[in-house]
């Protein structure tokens, strides 16, 4: 519905830098979406490309989600 699409609109936001460490690990903060949940996490990125995350928190959960491969 509209009014869903308007509510988590307003829950998206920019990939946030919030640091880098001494030793070139990149600090950011991210919301992402996975399967039918929205969620906020920390992502650490160190110099080598390895790539972690930590303190995620559900923001929403059973979105409508629509797939393009099934047209649902």
């Known amino acids: ?3 869903a699409r308007k509510a988590i609109g307003k829950m998206l936001e ?10 070139g690990t990149w600090h950011l903060l991210a919301r992402m979406i996975f399967r039918d949940s929205l ?3 920390h992502i650490h990125v160190t110099p080598d490309g390895q790539v972690s995350m930590s303190n995620e928190e559900l923001l929403v959960d059973d979105m409508p989600i629509m797939d393009d491969t099934l047209g649902q």
Do not use: I, K, M
Request: aromatic share 6%; glycine share 6%.
């Open 1 to 3: 519905p509209a009014s």
């Open 14 to 23: 920019e990939l946030h830098v919030t640091g880098r460490d001494t030793d």
């Open 39 to 41: 969620f906020q996490t």
